[in-house]
């Protein structure tokens, strides 16, 4: 993530004035250019939600927290993004580190299993989840394994769409942690370790996670955003997360609907900010 | 370095690495098709400080390994002190590390580098403080505790790694090229630090270089390793005297080749006889001659023609060649280099001592 990663400072720039113009003049209208692209559908969105018969309102803003549905739907959201961060981060790193260290070779296979998610389109995936979960004929439904497939679909903390967020968000935790991983030397920082004593997990949390630190916010980021825009699945497999709430708030509240879409960018804005403060490397 | 070993409490900085014997017994180790180590049998003395040399891929760098537990060898065992530490996970053996890339770790400051280990065994946060700048001091960086890797340079974080290294009081130091990325000069002077820290504290240290002139001036002995087999361990004169291979006579040094011809125990070179240092050999053989050996005279008479002088101080290295065209390689007297410049005919004798032959050219010398 380029947020996360400080720009090189172009201190040179002085030494050549009568070139300089140029090169900032196309920056002013690349920069202006993505403004436009990413600030006028923003700004319409938000001009939808204040115009009124009368003029100028804030009232959808002031419904969203009363809105029927709000806050369950937010929280859960918020629950399956946490819960989502932590199994795919304790599959991924000790995963990663492991072909790293012990079957380098195997490193390939890895990759395109973890990229795989992102050749397979959600609905393929969410048709293949909602057959398996169908499955439950009469005799099974005393066993555990019938139990265990009821319990994954509790609507009060759907744990199927937790594994099923793990799967989708791998590609992009790989990636992240991949480039967190090149970065640092890890055999010699792992068998360094090793080599004053530290047992496995003393070099995993006291060595490994500290070095990687902004690799895994972005890790973690990465999956926060995708957790809290997903639909397909969310939505297929009839559970409620924010993102079906929205939708379904618009077929009644179209104005508020527009505002908690709004909202919920400022909510991944804040995020991205208080991640990247805290991957930031000392200085 | 001036620090001495007693750290700043007064207390001698490490009392209990009185150093071990190690040994090394009948390790083989292959990585695929590449035999690393092919039936190594070696052992460092307590308090001894031993060379690995070798060219690379000679599997000086997986017995260092198979010593710190990071390598484990197909066959044979590693013994400290006797005792058979193979199976032992590396953490849990009696050996600190030196790595030969900058290993400390990049968010910790240096203090805390050097108490990792200390905070692994759980000692109390005030004493593996003190005892970490105890340490910085005993290698010559007191005033960096609180800087981070990044802020150091190659030669300071080597210093912090070694200082890192002995935190454990280990009974055992393995080097591993630790001075390799460093410039020159930085080298020079931390060799020489190593080298006065290993005797003062007393520990058995295994230091892996390529360099012969870094295994040369530091250790006690050094052990030559050439396709994961010991060819010669000896002290350093030994080994540059009385190599017991032509692999080592090339290896360590520079060695002429002057082609001779040998009936048993004496060898005929450019008209002059000398004993074999080996046993009996005849026909057409190298005859391996240090370039110090080389007596070049200036002659009128002389066959041979000084066609280049290198000048180093005490002594001048002369290229001269030889009547039929051949090259060798001559150290002569910083003084004489004068009277021997460039164009100067000479004639060219040995010093009557015995010398190696070997039958054919050599491969896999780099030097």
Redesign the interface.
């Given at each position: 993530m380029a947020a996360l990663t400080p720009a090189p400072i172009a201190g040179n720039a002085s030494s050549a004035p009568g070139r300089k113009e140029r090169p900032r003049a196309w920056r002013v209208v690349v920069l202006a250019l993505a403004a436009v692209y990413f600030l006028v559908p923003m700004a319409a969105s938000f001009w939808f939600t204040v115009d009124d018969p009368q003029g100028f309102s804030l009232d959808a803003y002031g419904q969203i927290f009363s809105a029927p549905g709000f806050a369950s739907s937010l929280l859960l959201s918020l629950a399956l993004a946490v819960a989502t961060i932590a199994v795919v981060l304790l599959l991924a790193l000790p995963a990663m580190l492991a072909v790293r260290l012990g079957a380098p070779r195997l490193r390939p296979v890895l990759e395109v299993v973890c990229t795989l998610p992102l050749v397979v389109p959600p609905i393929t995936f969410v048709a293949g989840i909602g057959t398996v979960l169908r499955f439950g004929p009469e005799y099974l439904a005393t066993t555990p394994f019938y139990q265990t497939i009821i319990a994954l679909q509790n609507p009060d903390f759907p744990v199927v769409l937790v594994l099923a967020y793990v799967v989708l968000a791998l590609p992009y935790v790989y990636r992240s942690l991949d480039a967190g991983l090149r970065a640092i030397d890890v055999r010699t920082l792992v068998e360094a370790a090793r080599n004053c004593g530290a047992s496995w997990p003393h070099v995993m949390f006291r060595v490994i996670v500290p070095n990687l630190r902004s690799a895994l916010a972005g890790a973690s980021f990465l999956t926060l955003a995708l957790v809290l825009g997903e639909f397909t699945v969310a939505r297929l497999l009839s559970f409620q997360p924010f993102p079906v709430w929205i939708v379904y708030i618009s077929g009644s509240q179209a104005q508020v609907s527009v505002a908690v879409s709004l909202f919920s960018l400022l909510l991944t804005w804040l995020v991205l900010l208080a991640v990247s403060l805290a991957g930031r490397n000392r200085s | 370095m001036t620090a001495p070993v007693t750290g700043a409490t007064g207390e001698a900085v490490t009392e209990a690495a009185a150093g071990a014997r190690v040994e090394l017994r009948g390790l083989h180790r292959r990585f695929g098709g590449t035999v690393a180590l092919d039936g190594l049998d070696l052992a460092a003395e307590p308090g001894e400080l031993l060379a690995l040399l070798g060219p690379s891929g000679c599997g000086k760098t997986t017995a260092l390994r198979c010593v710190?537990?990071?390598e484990h060898p197909d066959e044979g065992a590693v013994l400290i002190d006797g005792r058979d530490i193979t199976g032992v996970?590396?953490?849990?053996?009696d050996?600190?590390?030196v790595?030969q890339?900058?290993?400390?770790?990049?968010?910790l400051n240096a203090r805390d580098n050097v108490a990792?280990?200390l905070r692994?065994?759980k000692v109390a946060a005030a004493k593996r403080h003190a005892r970490a700048q105890e340490l910085l001091e005993l290698v010559g960086l007191p005033t960096v505790g609180e800087r981070?890797p990044h802020q150091l340079s190659g030669g300071q974080q080597q210093r912090v790694?070694i200082a890192?290294?002995l935190?454990?009081e280990p009974r055992v130091l393995l080097l591993d090229e630790p001075l390799s990325a460093l410039d020159a000069k930085v080298r020079g002077a931390l060799r020489e630090e190593i080298r006065r820290l290993q005797l003062s504290l007393g520990i058995t240290t295994i230091f892996v270089t390529h360099d012969q002139e870094e295994a040369l001036s530091v250790a006690d002995r050094v052990a030559v390793l050439r396709a994961g087999r010991l060819e010669q361990v000896a002290a350093p004169a030994t080994l540059y005297d009385r190599p017991a291979t032509p692999f080592v006579a090339e290896f360590v040094g520079t060695m002429n080749h002057v082609p001779g011809a040998a009936s048993g125990e004496r060898v005929t070179v450019l008209g002059q006889t000398l004993p074999v240092d080996g046993p009996p050999v005849h026909g057409p053989v190298d005859v391996l001659v240090r370039p110090e050996a080389v007596l070049a005279t200036p002659s009128a008479e002389g066959t041979a023609t000084v066609v280049a002088s290198s000048f180093r101080g005490s002594i001048a290295r002369l290229r001269v060649q030889l009547a039929d065209g051949a090259e060798l390689l001559a150290d002569v007297p910083g003084h004489d280099s004068v009277r021997l410049a460039p164009g100067v005919t000479v004639t060219v004798a040995f010093v009557d001592r015995p010398v190696l032959v070997s039958a054919a050219d050599l491969e896999g010398a780099d030097s």
């Open positions: - | 710190a537990g990071f996970p590396a953490n849990r053996r050996a600190g590390m790595f890339s900058y290993s400390l770790f990049p968010n990792f280990g692994v065994r981070y790694a890192r290294a935190a454990l």
